[in-house]
């Protein structure tokens, strides 16, 4: 369950431009189960889908949205290297 989350000032923050749909799809998953409100624009599908997808979140979430999104960037490049593998 997510703490109480003050009332918004109206204004936006854009936290995240995603290249690919699936990339916009997963990070907006993410903010959205820790209870952060997310506004999408430019996501759109079909076969002909051009640009990026924007996530946008109010500003008083800001902070917290891009320090989740930092954090899950940091364990996916983390993940991809083997535990203790010998370059050489």
Not at 41 to 54: I, L, Q
């Amino acid at each position: 369950m997510a703490p109480d989350r003050p009332d918004t000032s109206g204004r936006l923050s854009l936290v995240l431009t995603a290249t690919s749909l699936p990339a916009g799809r997963v990070a907006k998953g993410l903010l959205e189960s820790q209870g952060i409100p997310v506004f999408v624009k430019g996501e759109s599908e079909g076969p002909y889908r051009v640009g990026p997808m924007y996530l946008l979140v109010p500003e008083e979430y800001e902070a917290e949205a891009r320090a989740l999104l930092l954090e899950a960037e940091s364990g996916l490049t983390q993940d991809t290297e083997p535990d203790g593998a010998d370059p050489n």
